[in-house]
């Protein structure tokens, strides 16, 4: 009997019972289905992570100081330039200086978040480096001359200006919990911290966002030029360890600290690969608990195709009577466990797609569907129809011809 003879009387046989080969079938349909499923969003969650790390800066660097170093290690202006004039891949450099303070006009008083650092810092401070709506950032001269001037979100200019945008050339003050007070005008505006969340949150008590000269908020905290922490922007990833290094022992030779291990020098790769790794196990671990099913489902394949062989009893006598090798009704009842499965696997598959996309949607990311995980999953589903199907297949096999023609 040939192949096509045989996969025939497979798809016959699974046809003539629709109901129950669905059934059987299910298991291998729901395992399948969650694992491209969890693969599929986990994938997609994974390359969404990874775009928010380029996003970020996949070429930044954090310095910074450990919690026990003495004050003498601490980073300074003179050595921010001395790292720019050294390292020629930096490309942005800035203190990561961040107050929490209060902010009043002539109409409202509120809580604020202050940054402050160096003329790059509308480059490397993620709340801050919004597109301008108004006027502009505070540069060189402003920074040099500690000149009292201030780029404030249009979160913060609609609070504290009764809801204009455009306030340019405005006074605020800022006020420090020791009583020190200092006098800003406003430069600059740009695109609001909590644009996206208007009308989903009430914004009233959230704080407010600005960002000034280093140089300046020194008048309201003196100490603040002692910097722990720099973020630091370079022309390439590539060139990130390379960087790293460099700058440690720049700073430990500046401070004379040399082993004593005071600078730490992290980039966003070396999360992102931790972020991946952590995710990935996850993902796996969930998609194995999920291929349970398919073990549960290859079990069903297997009692279905005891029952199929404890029903076909004369058949299978009959054709052996006629000449049917043992090997031919072995390949038969093989092949239409096979072909369940991998029926299942399809159905599955198709199934998965859809709770990927509908799951991806609520979350909003777009999931991953890759063609390795597609054979993957279409390769598995045959060898589960293979491993569950060899017995009963194996047993119709070997079944006497005359006791099966006697058999009622």
Known sequence: MTIRENFKMAVDSIFSNKLRSLLTMLGIIIGIAAVIAILSIGNGA?????????DFGASTISLSLSDNASTDATITDADINALKKSIPEITRISPDNTVT??????????TAVAFSGTTDLQYTNRSMESTLIYGRYFNQNDYDDAKEV?????????T???GRQNVIGEDIQLLSNAGNTVNLTIIGIV????????GSFDLSQMPLFLALPLTTIEKLNPTVHLMNNLTVQVTDKDAIESVSNRMVRL???RHDTVGENFY????????LDQVDSVLGLFVNFIAAVAAIALLVGGIGVMNI??????????????????????????????????????IGGILGLFLGILLANGISSALNIVPTITLGSVVLVLLFSTAVGIFFGIYPARKAAKLDPIEALRYE
Not at 46 to 54: L, P, Q, V
Not at 150 to 158: F, H, M, S
Not at 264 to 271: D, E, K, M, P, W
């Open 46 to 54: 994974t390359s969404e992570i990874t775009k928010t790390f380029n």
């Open 305 to 342: 195709m005891l029952v199929s062989v404890t029903e076909r009893t004369r058949e299978i006598g009959t054709r052996k009577a006629l000449g049917a090798t043992t090997t031919t009704i072995l390949f038969q009842f093989l092949m239409e466990a096979v072909i369940l499965t991998l």
């Open 101 to 110: 303070t209060t902010v009043q006009s002539d109409f409202e008083s509120r």
């Open 150 to 158: 201030v780029v404030i979100t249009e979160d913060t200019a609609t």
């Open 160 to 162: 504290l200006f009764n």
């Open 251 to 253: 700073l430990e030779t």
């Open 191 to 198: 695109e609001g911290t909590f644009k996206e969340l208007q």
């Open 264 to 271: 730490t020098a992290t980039n966003f790769l070396q999360a």
